[in-house]
């Protein structure tokens, strides 16, 4: 299956983001931040998500994913709201700097929204430098945000506007 987008890591490897195999599992990409307990049924939660596979040089080392999110009633209050899980093989790598930003500068050309979102655990140290290496801004703490298995957590907020890739030089 053909790429829809593409870029390169600092030293070099393709990352590609493209539309899943019929029937292909998406790449196990769980961690700490991943332990839920049990789980909403999707429609009662975002609704419709979108997911790509990431690959890098040729092979599926994780996968993003998008919501819409809405902050008033107008088309002009929406944001896309974004996600990514890597293999731990890929961590560390800047695969997943790269794969977040090709999403958001794709969300924003492709669509009327001004905005794309993301956050991550307050703890999470790799994916704040992933963010802020992808161009992303960050915008302040969501106390008690998230429910895990172990307690509450915070997260820390990030987005990415329309404009942000002509300041940032992306």
Partial sequence: MSAILEGRTPTGGVVILRPPIDGEPLPDSSSEYDEWGEKLPLSQTAGHIERLVVECDGIAVGHVGWHRVHYGPNLGSCAWNIGIGLTESAQGRGIGSVAQGLLARYLLVTSPLD????????????????????????????????????????????????????????
């Fill in 115 to 170: 905005r794309v979102e993301a956050s991550t655990d307050v703890t999470n140290i790799a994916e704040q430098r992933a963010l802020e290496k992808a161009g992303f801004t960050r915008e302040g703490v969501l106390r008690s945000a998230q429910q895990r298995v172990d307690g509450r957590h915070d997260l820390y907020s990030y987005s990415f506007v329309r404009g942000d890739e002509l300041r940032s030089g992306l």
